[in-house]
Structures are given as C-alpha cells and as structure tokens.
C-alpha cells in the first residue's frame, strides 16, 4: 500500500525529485522482508562467495534497463523476448537461483507483496554487506515491469572494451555522473571471463600487441588464464588482491597497472581529469569509497521504478503474472 507508510525523507532523490520510493515501504505489510532475504544471502554467500558479486551485478543489469523493474528476470515467452539472451548477459548473468529461493520464501510468509525488482535491490545491498562493503537506508516500492528489452541490454549496458566517453555517455543516461561512474566500476568483488579482457593482451589497437598499461607481470599471469585461442570462459578476479572482500585494493591495482578490463583501466588513463582524480582518492581513502559506493547505489537503484498503479507484483519473478 504505496503512501501509507512513512520514510518519506528516503523518497526524494539527491537533485530534488521525488522517486515515490521510500526505505519503510514494507514495514506494515512484509517487516521481515529483509531479514528473509539476509538468510537465504547468508546461506549462499557461505557456499560460493562470488554470489555476491553475481547478485550485486544482477540489479544493475536490471536497473540500466527500463529501470529498475526485474525486466532482467523475465524468460522468453509469447510476449517477452528475454533479456538473459542480450551480449553483456548472455553466459555470464548469475544468481538467478538465489532470486528464486528468496521469492519463495517472501511468498510464504508475505504472498504476492514483496516485488522481484526490490529483491533485486535487497540482494544487491545484502551483498554488499555480507562481502564487508557499505550499508545504505534502501527505498523499496519498486514494481515489476510486464515488458523486457533485449535491444535496451545490448544498448545500455557498457561493454568492457568502452572508451572512457562511451562510459561516461552511457552513465549520464541513466541521470549517473562521472562520480557514480567511477564507484560504482568499483569492480572490487568477483570475477570475469577471459572473453572479456583477452583484447586487452592479444590485439588492443589492432596491431597485434598488447594493452601498454597492463604491468608486465600481471600480464604474463593473465595470458596463462587467457591464451590467444580458446578458453574463452576461463575466469579471473576483477580484483585480485582481494575477490570476496569490498575494499578498495580495485581502485590500487588500477594505479599499478593491474587493472582488468580495459573499462577499469580508463578510469585512470582516459584523459578526463575528474575520474583519473577520483580513482586516485578512492584508492587512498577507503571510507570516501565506500560512503560514495553506497550513495551511487541509491542513485542507480532510483532509475525509473515502476510505482503505484503502474507495473504488478510478480509471484513468479520468471514470468509477468
Ligand atoms: C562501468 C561499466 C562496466 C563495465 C564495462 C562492466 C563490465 C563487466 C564485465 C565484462 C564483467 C565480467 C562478466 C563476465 O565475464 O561474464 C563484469 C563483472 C562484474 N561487474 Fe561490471 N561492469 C561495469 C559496471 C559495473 C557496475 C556499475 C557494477 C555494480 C554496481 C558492476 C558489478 C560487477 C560485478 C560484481 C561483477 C562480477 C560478477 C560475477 O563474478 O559474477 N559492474 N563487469
Ligand atoms: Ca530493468
Ligand atoms: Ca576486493
């Protein structure tokens, strides 16, 4: 029941809007909504530690696309064309299991009103928490879309090989600046797969050499993960000081040259003054990280929710009702 609650003070956005969304949406009707969804977390995360990085990755591929709606979790069917299929998601998106137990649960013990889109922002912050990270008051009232968009994932969502503007353009469409771009690339947990940063040491101008800005070592590293031919799905930690912890040790291994995709290292070297300073500071102040992680995230979990009367609560989060 949208407007019965209070937590207003959550609803209004940083630049003065109001995004209907509010942290007590569910103290009446699902109080213990988040401590259902920390359980399931908990369990999880002490199975395989990169869930959390998995989860944390999911509500932004959902948010950077119609909004923050669990568009991301609708299969293919008659009227859906599935966004697991689009580039950026496709072999690569996970946790959806964990969505799945955490739905379960809520629909046990509150039927049809906790939404999928604020499960996804639940699991993202719990996450967080769960890896050592930030917590942040999360405004919940969130619903779920009826419709995904494959062309909106291809389109939106930043590849790993982007220049620093195409990073810059694709966050400033989403209402994000330069300050949440470089938080929230805080790519301090996890793992990707060789798919994704072997340009990087083969061929990253189209001359056949590698990445300058790669350190010798960590490259030859690298290339043992990652040969020229084959082992695409091979992984390795996006940090890899630190892969189950959210540190800062990301934003340090940028300035070494340790960097794993060509996205994390422009942050630095891509001539824009403003995030080449930000990773600088990150990597020096912790805490002036970790504050700015946590207030980027309720920027991004602010995208175009879907409020009131507009989308459903899904009991499926795989389907539209
Ligand atoms: C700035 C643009 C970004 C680019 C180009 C990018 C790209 C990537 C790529 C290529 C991977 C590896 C995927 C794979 O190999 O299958 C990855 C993993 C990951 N990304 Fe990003 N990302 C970006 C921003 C973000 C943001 C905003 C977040 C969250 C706030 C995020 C969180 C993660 C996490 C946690 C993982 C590890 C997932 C896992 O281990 O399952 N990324 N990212
Ligand atoms: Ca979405
Ligand atoms: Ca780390």
Redesign the pocket.
């Known amino acids: 029941h949208p407007g019965v609650d209070f937590g207003w003070d959550g609803s209004f956005h940083p630049g003065g809007g109001f995004s209907g969304l509010f942290p007590g949406f569910y103290q009446c009707s699902c109080p213990q909504a988040n401590d259902i969804v920390l359980s399931v977390l908990e369990k999880a995360i002490a199975k395989e530690p ?5 989860l ?2 999911l ?2 591929h959902d948010c ?1 696309v119609q909004g923050c709606d669990a568009s991301i979790l609708l299969d293919d069917s008659a009227s859906i064309v599935s966004e697991k299929g689009s580039g ?1 998601n496709k ?5 959806f299991e964990v969505i799945d137990e955490i739905k379960a649960k809520l629909e046990e013990a509150c039927p049809q009103t906790v939404s999928c889109a604020d499960i996804l922002a639940l699991a ?1 912050r719990g996450s967080t928490v769960l890896s050592g990270g930030p917590f942040w008051e999360l405004p919940l009232g969130r619903r779920d879309s009826k419709t995904a968009s494959l062309t909106g994932s291809n389109n939106n ?6 220049t620093l503007q195409n ?1 810059i353009t ?2 400033k469409r989403q209402g994000l600046d330069e300050v949440d ?1 470089v938080a ?14 072997k340009q990087r040491l083969y061929n990253q101008n189209g001359d056949n050499q590698p990445d300058e800005t790669l350190e010798k070592a960590y490259y030859n590293g690298l290339k043992s993960v990652c040969p020229k031919s084959g082992g695409d799905n091979n ?1 390795s930690p ?1 940090d890899f000081a630190s892969p189950a912890k959210f540190d800062n040790t990301y934003f340090k291994l940028i300035l070494w040259g340790r960097g794993l ?4 290292e422009v942050l630095l070297t891509g001539n824009v003054d403003k995030t080449e300073e930000l990773v600088r500071r990150f990597a020096e102040d912790e805490a002036l990280f970790l504050n700015q ?1 946590a207030t ?2 309720v920027k ?1 979990g602010n995208i175009s929710p879907l409020t009131a009367l507009n989308g459903e609560i899904r009991t499926n989060c795989h389907r539209i009702n």
């Open positions: 990169r869930m959390a990085a998995s944390l990755r509500h932004f950077f950026p072999n690569s998106i996970r946790g993202a969502i930043p590849a790993p090989n982007s990073l694709l966050f771009l929230l690339s805080g790519h301090t947990i996890g793992m990707a797969r060789c798919v994704t940063f992984i996006l995709l060509t996205s994390d992680f980027s995230m991004m």
